[in-house]
Each structure stands twice: as C-alpha cells, then as structure tokens.
C-alpha cells in the first residue's frame, strides 16, 4: 500500500497541534504558541538557501512586536548557529527532529521550506506562503502593520525554496 498524497496546509486550514522543543530543552506544543495572540510560525532547514534569505527578513516582524516562532528542521546546536550567523539570535526556535521523522512538518504537509503560517487564536491560518515571494511579505508586511523591507535592502522578487 502507497503513502497518501497530503497536500501543504494552507490559508482557512486548521493548524494541527504537535509537541516540540524549544532550543532550551523546554517542551511545548505548537497549539500553545498561537493561543493567546496570533503568531507566524516559520519553518526552516539551515542549510537552505531560500531560507537564508527569507529568516532575517522575519526577526524585523519579531522586532515589531509581531510573535513569530521558527521551526527548525536541524539539531538544536545547527538552530543555534543558524539563528546567530543570520542576525536572529533571540528568535524563539523549536526543533522538528529527523530523528523522528518531522512530526510537525509532516503535519503541515511541508515539501519545501521555508514554509510561514499565519496562525489566528482559533488555530485557523490566515496566511500562508511557500518559499520567497517579495510580495507575499510584503502583504505580510501590511496585515501585521511591521515593515519588512527597509530602504536599500536587496530583495529579489522570488526565489523558490
């Protein structure tokens, strides 16, 4: 018998709820991360060059007030120096182990990262986006009321992950 096509979460889905850990060995649940205030949830590879680029973008949203949590498909010692060399030291990171199969992104249906979710309190994402897309940030951007972009900045239209 065949593994079953799931296809990726998306806006109007229901986020699932899935244990994690925190880069300090603390356990959570995913559901608690959106529970009292909307949240983004960012998930990332470290060796990924699309999220290179796309994560520091995020820690301006975070600087913002916007409550944004990375989800790391790495050890907790790659997280770590992921998040220092690309500027996001603070960033609240939970892991999502190989080890056991990614059991939070197998949840979302991930087959590319980085993968963002706009989480509402109820659990429903209100936004989603795959990869970098300048303007699915941009719109970002403009819902969270956060600016993103600064002027300067480099930012390519697109760049698939």
């Known amino acids: 018998m065949g593994r079953e096509f799931q296809r990726t979460l998306q806006t109007g889905d ?30 990332y590879k470290a060796s990924c060059p699309t ?16 409550r944004v949590f990375c989800i790391a ?16 030291p603070d960033m609240p990171t939970f892991i999502d182990p190989a080890a056991d199969g990614y059991p939070a992104s197998d949840a979302f249906g991930l087959t590319h990262v980085p993968s963002l979710f706009l989480i509402e309190t ?6 989603d986006s795959i990869g ?12 969270v009321n956060v600016p993103i972009f600064h002027d300067g900045d480099i930012v390519p239209a697109a760049k698939a992950g």
């Open 51 to 66: 999220c290179q680029l796309a994560l520091p973008f995020l820690e301006r949203l975070r600087a913002g007030g916007v």
């Open 73 to 88: 498909q790495d050890n907790a010692a790659t997280a770590r120096s992921f998040n220092a060399e690309f500027g996001m």
């Open 132 to 143: 970098f897309y300048r303007i699915d940030l941009e719109q970002l951007s403009g819902r």
């Open 122 to 127: 109820d659990g429903r994402i209100s936004w």
């Open 14 to 43: 229901r986020a699932p709820a899935k244990p994690l850990q925190a880069l300090d060995g603390t356990a959570a649940s995913t559901d608690e991360l959106w529970r009292e205030a909307p949240a983004l949830l960012a998930f």
